[in-house]
């Protein structure tokens, strides 16, 4: 029988959110001026740079850890630089003009279109113990798109404006055809971004990653669609003066996002704080929660059950009111003779708490070394993460992570995983080098992936790619190939799997 409907109103949550940042606000210092722009798509080459840049102490020490971040505050990052060399001027050079193609100067609007085609063979992962869907662990994190057939083709229209300083728009159509199907097939972003002094917030369609790792971390990545909602959080890190400039700096964002109805549990609420300081020059600090709860059919909630399940408490009483996710992670950056550095970083996160702590843990590792080869172009990264090591499956008798017992269509938006894509059960191994020029980017990268890790029909995947992109030209073109092989411990044979994408995209006149 369909339980009946309590809805729960979000504006018990944003009422709650909005109080805390207005207080957050009342006590920060007012921000120098500064202009509303969009956010900086999550698979630019310039996360990487940027991690690289700070590692080798071109760009000052301060927070980039909760992405996507505005071309705004990319711009302003980028004034602060103090370059090691000619080729790390043209760089620097090149990614200041593309940020201020992105701001108010004088144009109306930015627009660029895009042309996909992919084939593909691939074996998509099954996950246990949760319904969630998977494009393939070649395909993963790349905002809901999903391999369907062996030839598919895209296109999208990206556009940006703005009115005066405080307000800007970004909107992302597309159309898909075949492989490419799944996610978001008609807006894959949408949001208007506000500068408010101290705050900057975003509404609508819009993409999360938080965490030190390649793609973000346990929390939140960009495997599923871009979410529908309200974020808020600084303009820029705040950095302490004076007598308290022994604090540092620090940063935070808060998202607001509301699910689809297309679930066991219609309409949930998803939300979520990731709070961050980097006292010094070489350490950064951060912990992050998010929850999903409310929805058609679960009991209303007060403002003051929110912040009670916000700050890691249960309410009284047995029922689950709840599915919360949280951890901490960390990162230590230092420069290197010989112009390079390092950046060592690791995340520590739990499916459920007790007593305060999470429970059920799942951990990330890894390391950036960066400034190699001539010109200092070149970073080296290796990363390892596993959501079923730290616990015992025999003590709690299946996979439990990104599933739960009442929010029964896990935790997912549109059928794939919000956190990350190797799902429950699952380890993940990566190597990648890249190459950054001023005006492309190439990437060689190793990865083995084993799912259903406790499971006797463990499958392995072990895989090879290569990519080559433009990055801030008028007309641009990438280009990736990516090939692996996929072996069963039972009776399956073994099979080979791959992906080719080539893109083509051009700068409209604004």
């Known amino acids: 029988m369909r339980p009946t409907r309590m809805p729960t109103p979000p504006h018990t949550a944003l009422r709650a959110a909005l109080l805390l940042l207005a207080l957050a606000a009342a006590l920060l210092p007012a921000a120098r001026p500064a202009a509303a722009s969009a956010l900086v798509p999550l698979d630019h080459p310039v996360y990487g740079e940027v991690e690289g840049w700070i590692a080798r102490g071109v760009l000052p020490?301060?927070?980039?850890?909760?992405?996507?971040?505005?071309?705004?505050?990319?711009?302003?990052?980028?004034?602060?630089?103090?370059?090691?060399?000619?080729?790390?001027?043209?760089?620097?050079?090149a990614r200041r003009a593309e940020a201020a193609a992105h701001l108010p100067g004088g144009r109306p609007f930015w627009a660029r279109a895009s042309v996909t085609g992919t084939a593909a063979e691939g074996h998509p992962v099954s996950y246990v113990n949760n319904p969630a869907d998977s494009g393939g662990p070649l395909v993963a994190d790349a905002g809901g798109v999903s391999v369907r057939e062996t030839f598919?083709?895209?296109?999208?229209?990206?556009?940006?404006?703005?009115?005066?300083?405080?307000?800007a728009l970004a909107v992302e159509p597309r159309a898909t055809f075949g492989a490419l199907g799944g996610g978001n097939p008609?807006?894959?972003?949408?949001?208007?971004?506000?500068?408010?002094?101290?705050?900057?917030?975003?509404?609508g369609r819009q993409p999360f990653a938080w965490g030190q790792g390649l793609e973000g971390g346990l929390l939140l990545t960009p495997n599923a669609a871009p979410l529908p909602a309200l974020r808020l959080g600084l303009t820029a890190p705040h950095a302490f003066s004076g007598r308290w400039a022994w604090l540092g700096t620090v940063d935070f964002t808060y998202l607001l996002a509301r699910l689809e109805g297309d679930r066991v549990v219609p309409h949930p609420y998803l939300t979520g704080l990731r709070l961050m300081w980097r006292p010094g020059r070489h350490l950064e600090l951060a912990a992050s929660r998010t929850?999903?709860?409310?929805?058609?059919?679960?009991?209303?909630?007060?403002a003051a059950d929110y912040l009670t399940i916000l700050s890691g408490r249960n309410l009284n009483g047995g029922a689950d009111t709840s599915n919360s996710i949280a951890g901490v992670d960390a990162a230590w950056t230092t420069p290197l003779p010989g112009g390079r550095g390092l950046k060592v970083y690791g995340e520590y996160a739990g499916e459920d708490e007790a007593g305060g702590r999470p429970t059920k843990p799942s951990a990330r590792a890894g390391w950036l070394l960066s400034g190699l080869g001539p010109g200092h172009r070149i970073t080296l990264r290796g990363e390892y993460a596993a959501t079923d090591v730290l616990y015992s499956h025999r003590r709690w008798g299946h996979a439990v992570w990104y599933g739960h017992s009442v929010y029964l269509s896990g935790y997912t938006y549109r059928d794939r995983i919000l956190g990350d894509g190797m799902g429950p059960d699952a380890r993940d191994a990566r190597l990648v080098l890249t190459r950054d020029g001023p005006r492309c980017r190439l990437t060689a990268s190793a990865r083995w992936l084993a799912t259903r890790f406790s499971q006797p029909d463990r499958r392995t995947?072990?895989?090879?790619?290569?990519?080559?992109q433009t990055v801030g030209r008028p007309v641009g073109l990438a280009v990736s190939a990516l090939a692996g092989r996929v072996t069963y411990d039972d009776a399956r044979p073994d099979a080979w799997e791959g992906v080719l994408t080539v893109r083509l995209e051009w700068t409209l006149p604004g």
């Open 61 to 93: 020490a301060t927070i980039v850890s909760a992405r996507p971040y505005s071309w705004q505050r990319l711009a302003r990052l980028l004034d602060a630089a103090s370059p090691r060399g000619e080729a790390d001027a043209e760089r620097l050079a």
């Open 152 to 167: 598919g083709a895209e296109a999208r229209l990206r556009a940006e404006a703005w009115w005066g300083d405080r307000l």
């Open 186 to 203: 008609g807006w894959q972003e949408g949001y208007a971004a506000f500068d408010l002094g101290p705050l900057a917030a975003a509404v």
């Open 291 to 302: 929850i999903m709860l409310g929805g058609e059919g679960r009991p209303a909630l007060s």
């Open 461 to 468: 995947d072990r895989g090879l790619g290569l990519a080559w």
